[in-house]
């Protein structure tokens, strides 16, 4: 039991290091909690045990034993009383009928992948007692709730950029093991700073739930978009087009090169992957339509496949290039989410296979709240004030208008094909 008296240190250490058979964390942790709830006793009567004094308001009634479980064992605490009864200790509020601390590293498991079923064995080798499967059923609601009010938080303010891609998780469903389209979306506000604005988890990724997503993003208050960057997924264009007319899409420029460079040979690839830089790194329009049609020339004659495959879908990948230069290597990929999406494998791997789908949305979108905070309170990643003031046409639109302005010259006219 508890010893309610006040101590000296040394009185304290002599208590835990003659704690025979005990854990000396437990005892040091019994000890502090003690002393933190005469601390709050005296507070409350405005006077210390046996001290006469003005300000008193009441007078103790003894101490009632309260058993505290925690991470680290059950404290076995005296919690001071008044006569009065009006006395009420905040420490047993913050620990919610057990540990805080444990419930927090219960959530954690959680979020490493560690499945429901394995939950009771880990909480009982952690602190001596094992918990229902109902208390962990508990516990993962009051981590949906966090999560459910995180994802219909209201935006204020503008988002100019919106980076979204997709991965696939295994999800048990209906007695099957079945792929699920996990769909992100990831802004960058009006000061400049990431935060991710949605996860969803759907059956599949098509022009269908792209829309929904979108939708409810403005429903939610998004605003002020004028470039959305993705892969070539045609469901995600027909959504941008429809739901944010007026903005741009941007092609990912490294899913353009994973595409591309497999046409080339591999002698060839590195000169290719040259090539198509030197195009995503032009200061302006005008440099840029003249290094493609440069490269465009050099390889019609080297190989025809690649050069129609740039023809044909380059313009797509350049759309940063009417926005301040300084965004464009943040903005013309989606690698904004890579380093999320690092994590989600690490964490994922270990689940491997979710029992269902509000599982998989539980753990990665913990996993999005963890990184959105993160960025939120990080450096910033952009300067968003350069778009204050910025007028798209100073950024002339392509400039050839009709073909051959240079005799001899293959010049790219956007829209049309060139043999």
């Known amino acids: 039991m508890a010893k309610k008296q006040s101590m000296t240190f040394e009185e304290a250490l002599q208590v835990i290091l003659s704690s025979e058979g005990d854990n000396p964390l437990r005892a040091m942790l019994e000890l502090a909690a003690q002393g933190a709830l005469e601390v709050e006793m005296s507070e409350h009567m405005g006077a210390k045990p046996y001290e006469r004094s003005e300000g008193r308001t009441g007078y103790r009634n003894g101490h009632r034993v309260r058993i505290l479980t925690t991470a680290v064992g059950d404290l076995n605490l005296l919690v001071p009383q008044d006569r009065d009864g009006t006395f009420q200790t905040s420490l047993f509020e913050r620990y919610q009928r057990s540990d805080k601390a444990f419930v927090l590293a219960l959530m954690e498991m959680y979020l490493k992948g560690v499945s429901t079923r394995k939950v009771a064995d880990i909480t009982e080798k952690l602190c001596g007692k094992s918990f229902s499967s109902q208390q962990v059923s508990k516990l993962a609601r009051e981590l949906d709730r966090t999560i459910l009010q995180w994802r219909e938080r209201p935006l204020t303010g503008s988002y100019p950029y919106l980076i979204v891609d997709a991965r696939y998780e295994k999800v048990r469903s209906g007695g099957r093991v079945v792929s699920k389209g996990i769909l992100i979306a990831l802004g960058i506000n009006e000061d400049g700073m990431r935060e991710i604005l949605a996860v969803e988890v759907a059956d599949t990724e098509n022009a269908t739930t792209w829309s929904d997503l979108f939708k409810r993003l403005k429903k939610r208050g998004?605003?002020?978009?004028?470039?959305?960057?993705?892969?070539?997924?045609?469901?995600?264009?027909?959504?941008?087009?429809?739901?944010?007319?007026?903005?741009?899409?941007?092609?990912?420029?490294?899913?353009?090169?994973?595409?591309?460079?497999?046409?080339?040979?591999?002698?060839?690839?590195?000169?290719?992957?040259?090539?198509?830089?030197?195009?995503?790194?032009?200061?302006?329009?005008?440099?840029?339509?003249?290094?493609?049609?440069?490269?465009?020339?050099?390889?019609?004659?080297?190989?025809?496949?690649?050069?129609?495959?740039?023809?044909?879908?380059?313009?797509?990948?350049?759309?940063?290039?009417?926005?301040?230069?300084?965004?464009?290597?943040?903005?013309?990929?989606?690698?904004?989410?890579?380093?999320?999406?690092?994590?989600?494998?690490?964490?994922?791997?270990?689940?491997?296979?979710?029992?269902?789908?509000?599982?998989?949305?539980?753990?990665?979108?913990?996993l999005a709240i963890e990184q959105s905070e993160e960025w939120e309170t990080g450096r910033q990643y952009l300067d968003a004030s350069l778009l204050e003031g910025w007028s798209f046409e100073q950024e002339r639109e392509w400039p050839f208008d009709e073909p051959g302005e240079a005799p001899g010259e293959l010049t790219l006219v956007p829209g049309k094909k060139h043999n």
């Open 222 to 366: 998004l605003s002020g978009v004028l470039l959305v960057t993705s892969d070539d997924h045609e469901g995600i264009k027909a959504a941008v087009g429809r739901h944010f007319q007026g903005a741009s899409w941007q092609r990912c420029q490294f899913h353009f090169l994973r595409n591309v460079l497999p046409l080339a040979t591999r002698a060839q690839r590195k000169v290719l992957h040259s090539d198509l830089r030197s195009i995503f790194d032009s200061p302006d329009t005008d440099t840029a339509w003249r290094r493609i049609n440069d490269v465009l020339s050099n390889w019609r004659d080297l190989k025809c496949e690649v050069a129609d495959r740039i023809e044909e879908e380059i313009e797509e990948t350049c759309a940063v290039l009417a926005f301040p230069q300084s965004h464009r290597k943040r903005i013309r990929t989606t690698n904004a989410l890579e380093r999320l999406n690092q994590e989600l494998r690490r964490r994922t791997r270990v689940a491997r296979i979710f029992p269902n789908e509000a599982s998989a949305l539980r753990l990665i979108a913990s």
